[in-house]
């Protein structure tokens, strides 16, 4: 059994994708969660916990302050993504996320929503984000061309190469900066 522990804030996007991956147990996690993410790290940890046949559990989430820090694989590998944040993920890249938002990176921004996703192959894979920001008491809209890239690797079986993988028995320390410094620890 595969486990992928969501955001709800994908579920839209998944909606569209996981009629093809029907071996997933899919679990959302309320959005409003990210207030606190110590609460959050708990939750995420109690699913992986909950679920010791799944062979593969999948994280949609980022370092999302720090939720993820001390997440830990107990039984199968636990993929969580190589992101800051749901922006990063959403655009399809690091780089992506830099080329919007290096000249802001503390702001808060929000998902607003997503222009609909079309199954034409020459649309597939263009998405595109409708995102706010409140600074200085200015709101700033953005329409960003993101990738469902990230997303759709989550669903594929297997090694991910935008995913850092803990194995059995490992914890994870920290993510910094967009790179992946890991360390793991057997427990």
């Known amino acids: 059994m595969r486990l992928l522990i969501s955001c709800e804030l994908y579920k839209p996007y998944l909606s569209t994708l996981l009629h093809e991956h029907l071996d997933m147990k899919v679990i959302y996690l309320d959005v409003g969660s990210h207030v606190n993410p110590m609460a959050l790290g708990k939750s995420i940890q109690h699913y992986i916990d909950a679920f010791p046949e799944a062979e593969e559990v999948v994280l949609l989430y980022g370092i999302c302050g720090n939720a993820t820090q001390q997440l830990r694989a ?45 199954h034409d192959a020459s649309e ?34 297997g090694p991910k190469s935008n995913y850092v993988a803990l194995k059995q028995g490992e914890k994870l320390k920290f993510l910094y900066d967009f790179e992946e410094v890991i360390i793991t620890i057997k427990e």
């Open 124 to 157: 597939s894979d263009n998405l595109y984000i409708w995102m706010v920001e409140m600074e200085d008491s200015v709101l700033y809209e953005e329409c960003i061309k993101g990738s469902l890239d990230v997303i759709k690797e989550a669903l594929r079986k």
């Open 74 to 118: 107990r039984n199968g590998t636990v993929y969580l993504p190589k992101f800051h944040d749901c922006t990063g993920i959403l655009l399809g890249s690091n780089a992506q996320f830099l080329t919007h938002f290096s000249h802001r990176l503390s702001s808060s921004w929000k998902c607003l929503g997503h222009k609909s996703i079309t």
